[in-house]
Nanobody, 124 residues
Framework: QVQLAESGGGLAQAGGSLRLSCAAS????????MGWFRQAPGKEREFVAG????????DYADSVKGRFTISRDNAKNMVYLQMNSLKAEDTAVYYC?????????????????WGRGTQVTVSS
């Protein structure tokens, strides 16, 4: 069992930055890949970024490449999403998720555990 809690969301101006954090509990955290997803009003939940169990492999949605960076600290059971050069279209609820396996996946159906989400609003 893995429990996840996101923090760090809020209001930012276009061009600004925010850093999301995800605190995980559970002994299997360090053996799981982790991901960030987001869901905007009226839209389906979409993959944003993923990182494998060791932190050695990452993947990003095309829409955030070069602007967002995912990282993890297995000693602290934490996952982070650094978001720079924010755009209005980044406005969404952001969710942290724990994968069923060690490798990175972009499909939400590969993720077994989810946090409750944190709202990110970017004003233009």
């Amino acid at each position: 069992q893995v429990q996840l809690a996101e923090s760090g969301g809020g209001l930012a101006q276009a061009g600004g930055s925010l850093r999301l954090s995800c605190a995980a509990s559970g002994r299997t955290f360090s053996s799981r890949a982790m991901g960030w997803f987001r869901q905007a009003p009226g839209k389906e939940r979409e993959f944003v970024a993923g990182i494998n169990w060791s932190g050695g492999t990452t993947d990003y949605a095309d829409s955030v490449k070069g602007r967002f960076t995912i990282s993890r600290d297995n000693a602290k059971n934490m996952v982070y999403l650094q978001m720079n050069s924010l755009k209005a279209e980044d406005t969404a609820v952001y969710y942290c998720a724990a994968d069923r396996t060690t490798g990175v996946h972009t499909s939400q159906y590969q993720y077994a555990y989810w946090g409750r989400g944190t709202q990110v609003t970017v004003s233009s």
